[in-house]
């Protein structure tokens, strides 16, 4: 299993593009999401799903759109990128939500310029 | 906001010393997990305690849940220098699916 898996490693954007971080998991979780984290700070959440077909917001998702039409793939959507989204994605993945352990992703990291 | 707030921030201890983490939190929860971050990499997952849990072991962690005051500490026993990383705790919040991070402490052990 190669687990959860992020494309692209690495991106530079500028202000007002428009991208799209994969994610992939092949471990049939229903549970994803996606957190983003700053320097010094812990991950904030900004959107999950607990399954195909359905998603919800978290805690940072103004900025952001997720869709889930596989149990696969998790895709996170930047509309129109701003300098105060340079961060670390993370994508991650369990069997349900919260109840197991979530499998992480080793991370986009995006600088908008 | 963040769900749950680790303490200290950052710790430096010496190979073989215990190192004690605690995390605090705000509302009910269903579980408490542990993650440990090496730099630059993805969150590994450490350990959960569920909310009718106080003790958990696992190797040299040992983890306590006091849901009375809503807080958590891990203990990792005799560090080794490859436990050097960022430490998160993470709520699953009573009846509801996201779950929040703290903000970390970084554990420093020096060889």
């Known amino acids: 299993n190669a687990g959860v898996t992020q494309t692209p490693k690495f991106q530079v954007l500028k202000t007002g593009q428009s991208m799209t971080l994969q994610c992939a998991q092949d471990?049939?979780?229903?549970?994803m999401s996606w957190y983003r984290q700053d320097p010094g700070m812990g991950l904030r959440l900004i959107h999950y799903?607990?399954?195909?077909?359905?998603?919800d917001q978290g805690e940072v998702p103004n900025g952001y759109n997720v869709s889930r039409s596989t149990t696969e793939d998790f895709p996170l959507r930047l509309l129109s990128a701003a300098p105060s989204q340079t961060s670390v994605y993370f994508c991650?993945?369990?069997?349900?939500?919260?109840?197991?352990?979530?499998?992480f992703g080793p991370g986009t990291r995006l600088l908008v310029l | 906001s963040q769900q749950g707030e680790e303490d200290p921030q950052a710790l430096s201890i010496q190979e073989g010393e215990n190192a004690t983490m605690n995390c605090s939190y705000k509302?009910?929860?269903?579980?408490l997990q542990w993650y440990r971050q090496n730099s630059g990499r993805g969150l590994v997952h450490l350990i959960l305690?569920?909310?009718?849990?106080r003790e958990k072991h696992s190797g040299r962690l040992r983890v306590t849940l006091d849901t009375s005051k809503k807080s958590s500490s891990l203990l990792i026993t005799a560090s080794r220098a490859a436990d050097t990383a960022s430490y998160f705790c993470?709520?699953?919040?009573?009846?509801?699916?996201?779950?929040?991070f703290g903000a970390g402490t970084r554990l420093t052990v020096k060889p």
């Open positions: 993470a709520t699953d919040r009573y009846n509801n699916n996201d779950m929040r």
């Open positions: 471990m049939n979780h229903e549970y």
């Open positions: 509302t009910s929860i269903n579980n």
């Open positions: 799903s607990v399954g195909a077909g359905i998603t």
């Open positions: 991650a993945s369990s069997a349900t939500s919260g109840e197991e352990t979530q499998y």
């Open positions: 305690i569920r909310s009718n849990e």
